[in-house]
């Protein structure tokens, strides 16, 4: 069999719980390891389901920690690696730009040396899958779309650390015959999203009627996808992909924050039967981010192509799954909103 064990890094945080399920559920063929170092963002309670199945295994460890992670490949001979894990928000590396460095880049370094020493003599069906964000080709103007060539361009110290964990994996590539392939994706969203990013942060502010907090004039514009379809193009690209190559995934769904917000306002008053346009009175338009990217839009057209890819849900419908799964799930919501978040939350919007 061609890849025995597989491990998947920060499957315990949003886009990677998605993943493991599916990998889980769906190869029974292959033993699923999910390391996971359950930072701030990493969550088992987003696993309940499968967290006994006979093929999974979960592991709390810390990328960055190097004896560890050495120790960890010799025992398992994990055959295949998906790294997701990561410090993920741009407004963190704001405030904590070194911590980024840590875990993106030199944890990245960490798990590309732990794969290289075990299978140097051979690559033979082995691959180290990187996961990838579009931040790194920095911003775009009113026009274009980022492509795999497009030039890297980071503006944030998150996109920064994204980008140069991107050529690590890259140069392992060329200089030891490291197997890779890279996938850079677009703004995901759906259940189990820590609700520091802009969806859950604005649905649970109006479930709890709370200002939403619109940064600048909320004409920055993200391309979003449902977090299920990057799993099922992480599970293409894993089994189908052309190593040595990137991958572009987007959602071809392009939406200004400010009517993005007010969709979801929308959206939110009738499922909660308020009163249309009480939501939208919540917004409130606040301070900028710094260095603000002003669009991210993939041309995903070559994952669609060489893979047949293309979004399941539209951008309605996967709003709709993902407002139920909120409304539906406020244990997990008040679990992860208590403790360090209000710290956070105070600290980033006062
Ligand atoms: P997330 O913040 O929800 O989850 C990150 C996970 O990594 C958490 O479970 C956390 O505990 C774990 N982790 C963090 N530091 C670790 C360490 N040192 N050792 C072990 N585990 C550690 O992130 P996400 O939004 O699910 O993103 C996952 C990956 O996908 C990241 O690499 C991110 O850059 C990339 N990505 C995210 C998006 C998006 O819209 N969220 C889009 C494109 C790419
Ligand atoms: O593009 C992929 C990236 O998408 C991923 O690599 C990142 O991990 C992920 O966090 C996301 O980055 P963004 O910065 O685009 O996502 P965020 O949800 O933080 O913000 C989306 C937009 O909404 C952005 O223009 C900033 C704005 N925003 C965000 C927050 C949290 C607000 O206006 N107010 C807010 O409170």
Not at 220 to 249: C, M, P, S
Not at 255 to 268: F, S, T
Not at 270 to 275: A, D, H, P
């Amino acid at each position: 069999m061609k890849y025995k064990s597989i491990l998947i890094t920060g499957g315990a945080g949003f886009i990677g719980s998605h993943v493991t399920r599916l990998f889980v559920n769906k190869y029974p063929q292959y033993q699923i390891f999910n390391l996971d170092a359950l930072t701030y963002a990493g969550n088992l309670e987003n696993l309940s389901d499968i967290e006994s199945a006979e093929n999974y295994t979960f592991i709390k460890g810390d990328i960055t920690d190097e004896s560890f992670v050495n120790a960890l490949f010799e025992k398992h001979k994990f055959s295949s690696v998906i790294h997701l894990a990561a410090e993920s928000h741009v407004d963190r590396s704001i405030e904590d730009p070194l911590s980024f460095v840590k875990t993106n880049v030199i944890g990245t370094m960490i798990l590309l040396n732990a794969f290289k020493s075990l299978w140097k003599d051979d690559f033979t069906d082995k691959l180290f899958y990187h996961i990838s964000t579009d931040e790194v080709y920095g911003s775009l103007g009113a026009d274009g779309l980022f492509t795999e060539t497009t030039s890297y361009d980071p503006n944030s110290p998150y996109s920064a650390s994204k980008a140069s964990s991107d050529h690590f994996v890259r140069a392992y590539g060329e200089t030891y015959n490291l197997p890779y392939v890279i996938t850079n994706c677009s703004n995901n969203y759906g259940q189990n999203q820590f609700p520091e990013k802009l969806i859950p942060l604005f649905i649970n502010n109006i479930i709890n009627e709370k200002p939403l907090p619109v940064y600048g004039d909320g004409n920055y514009t993200r391309d979003w996808l449902y977090v299920v379809d990057h799993a099922i193009a992480i599970d293409l690209v894993f089994h189908k992909g052309k190593h040595e190559e990137t991958y572009n995934i987007g959602g071809f769904n392009e939406w200004k924050n400010i009517d993005l917000v007010k969709l979801l306002c929308k959206q939110m008053d009738s499922k909660l039967n308020r009163v249309q346009g009480s939501s939208e009175k919540l917004i409130t338009y606040v301070k900028d981010r710094p260095g603000h990217d002003l669009r991210y839009a993939i041309d995903a057209s070559k994952i669609n192509k060489e893979l047949g890819w293309e979004p399941s849900v539209t951008f309605e419908e996967g709003l709709k799954i993902t407002i139920d799964w909120y409304l539906d799930n406020s244990t997990w919501l008040k679990n992860v909103t208590s403790g360090e978040y209000q710290s956070y939350y105070n600290k980033q919007y006062s």
